[in-house]
């Protein structure tokens, strides 16, 4: 029987579930292609500086957590950033051999994953982990078929964790529920931040939230939408993993704003997750600025609470 715990306070909820080892024998999606694979296939080789000279990140609806007034251990000048054939690695002074793959994403469908590059070396620092940021298509199943191939190279370094943000939040549940179907390893947990889950774009909070942000537009955001679905039912559990069986996901902790559009999406995919039996972190937050500075400290803790005790790299 499942021990469910419900704790509220501080705009927070936390859920935690016993974990259920069930296997769902849905159908394998495809592996990704050769190409990325290949491409994929070395994280280590570039060590080229990025510049992270990309667009507005808070015009492009990404948490900006370059404001964050959290004490970040360490001195992100020590930092390093590495160019590699499938998006930058972030490598902290003293690397452990956990891997961070890191998915960017915006309210836009859009984006780059120079955008995540300040947080992603936050992230490093608190973690000790490697943090790799990758490139991934606009169109789906091409996008997580280039998430999945990055996510094999990953596992060749040592222990991986998954997070994302927004439609890379989405990437990475749609990930664990295919590595679930697939038999395959999974990461050692998720982590998902104002996730964007279904694809169907029916949940209330959508316009029940959308007048606390005036740059939200759901007219654009069904558009960019059916772009990236590219005539895929949008109740596709790979591209909308809320309505995906979760049965034998690993741990996964949801973050997300109580103004936020995409609100429900995190949610209702706790609730799911935790009746499925899935162990769920879930933390809501008044506002976008009162999740902001927390960002950061939460994903790197329950990371780590989820991860062994880091170790060095294996040789590359």
Do not use: K
Not at 149 to 164: E, F, H, K, L, W
Not at 215 to 243: K, M, Q, V, W
Not at 245 to 267: E, F, K, M, V
Not at 303 to 315: F, T
Request: charged share 20%; glycine share 8%; with cysteine.
């Amino acid at each position: 029987m499942d021990d469910t715990r419900v704790e509220t306070g501080a705009n927070r909820t936390d859920v935690h579930a016993s974990s259920a080892d069930v296997r769902a024998g849905s159908a394998d999606m495809r592996a990704g292609s050769d190409g990325v694979r290949a491409a994929a296939a070395d994280i280590h080789a570039g060590s080229a500086d990025v510049c992270a000279g990309s667009a507005d990140v808070r015009a492009a609806g990404v948490i900006d957590v370059r404001a964050e007034s959290a004490d970040v251990q360490g001195d992100l000048t020590h930092v390093r950033i590495e160019s590699s054939p499938v998006g930058p690695v972030v490598r902290p002074p003293d690397p452990t051999d956990l891997v961070v793959l890191y998915v960017h994403g915006d309210r836009h469908l859009s984006g780059t994953p120079e955008s995540a590059l300040d947080l992603a070396e936050r992230l490093a620092l608190r973690t000790g982990a490697v943090v790799v940021c990758p490139r991934y298509r606009t169109s789906f199943p091409a996008a997580l078929d280039d998430i999945h191939a990055v996510y094999g190279s990953c596992q060749a370094r040592g222990p991986v964790a998954v997070a994302g943000e927004r439609l890379g939040a989405g990437l990475a549940a749609a990930l664990l529920v295919r590595l679930r179907d697939m038999g395959a390893p999974p990461p050692r947990c998720g982590v998902l931040s104002s996730a964007l889950l279904d694809l169907t774009l029916e949940a209330p909070s959508l316009l029940l939230n959308a007048a606390a942000d005036p740059t939200f537009d759901i007219g654009e955001l069904r558009l960019r939408a059916a772009s990236y679905a590219a005539g895929t039912d949008p109740t596709n559990p790979l591209l909308s993993p809320l309505h995906a069986n979760l049965h034998g996901l690993p741990p996964i902790q949801l973050l997300a704003a109580g103004t936020d559009p995409l609100l429900d999406d995190s949610l209702e995919f706790a609730a799911r997750a935790a009746r499925s039996g899935v162990t769920v972190d879930l933390r809501v937050r008044q506002d976008a600025a009162s999740l902001r500075p927390e960002v950061v400290t939460a994903m790197a803790d329950f990371i780590q609470a989820w991860s062994p005790a880091g170790q060095p790299p294996h040789p590359a």
